[in-house]
């Protein structure tokens, strides 16, 4: 079971002032509002984003509802926009495994793996005990999705009140703070050259592939930036 | 609920959960000290990367219907004000959608 103190512990640590709060809340409610937009009741809206919780993916079923896509397009294009979680989870993950947790708990709590809650974790898990790092990291996790879930129904109730400038506003939020984030990471050659490397190929592959660009530019920009960074000792 | 809905999320859902589950999986056999582990942590921060420079770039949605220019103007501001800011990170967010929601609404 979890671990009820680490798991609250987890779950208050949002409210830091670096927290990623403010951000989730303005972009799922502008996804709120979105899903209220092209037909979505709230019960759908609030179930995509306690199921799906990846903003990139959300925005890519709207889109393809809208057009009506099939079954099959939805699911290529969302799992190629959303591969990123893959790296990302193995990246972390392997800071909370413990001897101690049943194996069917870290199968559940990777769903809370999202940009958000994994920049808290990765920034805090060093304070807590291995043992219980699984229990703060589902509450970490619960805290995001909840915030999500609450700005995705409050999009969806105050939509007929957003105008296009103010959702433009509240679209831009996510970006600019992840933009920052990963700024503020720029401390050794290596993440230096993951992030500015990942953000040049991201682009230069968009005009091989629009869909595979995130991937094989993070690919190629991640492992030049490894390699780079190994042989200068960062 | 409308069946298609439902399942379009059902769908959405399934494809985020399979690279989350794809990634327990080979994070078992990782240990955090090794170069595999290192390597996936660059992979991770430039997937990002290169996810955020589509947004900017190619954005779908909403911000599609501000010109490139306007959205790097934007980007570029609150990048700024982050750095004098000694890195907080309320002021840029709160400042990033005050001025592309003004310069969107005036130009």
Redesign the interface.
Known sequence: MVKIKYFLKGFISIKGADSPAIALFASFVAIGALFKNIGLNIQESIFSTLLTYALPGSLIMAESLIVGASLLNIFLAVWLVNARLYPMTISLFPLLTHKSQPRLKYYLACHFIAVSAWLIMKKNYKSVERKYRLDFWIGVGAANLLVAVSATAFGFFIAEYLNKDMTIGLAIVNPVYFICVMVGAMKTIQMSLAVILGSLFGIVFYFVSPEWCILLGGFTAGTFAFFIGESNGT | ??L?????????????????????I???K???TS?I???????????????????????????A??DYLT?FI??FI??MM??ISK????Y???L???L???L??NF
């Open positions: 609920m409308a298609n809905i439902v399942l379009a999320i059902l769908v959405t859902s399934l494809a985020t959960y399979i690279s989350r589950f794809l990634g327990v080979t994070s078992k990782i240990k955090e170069k582990f290192r390597w996936f942590n660059c992979l991770a921060y430039s997937t990002l990367s290169a996810l955020l420079a589509r947004i900017i770039i190619f954005p779908a949605g909403a911000l219907e501000v959205r934007v980007v609150c990048l982050f750095l890195k907080n990170f309320v840029p967010t709160v990033s959608a005050l592309l929601a003004f969107s609404s």
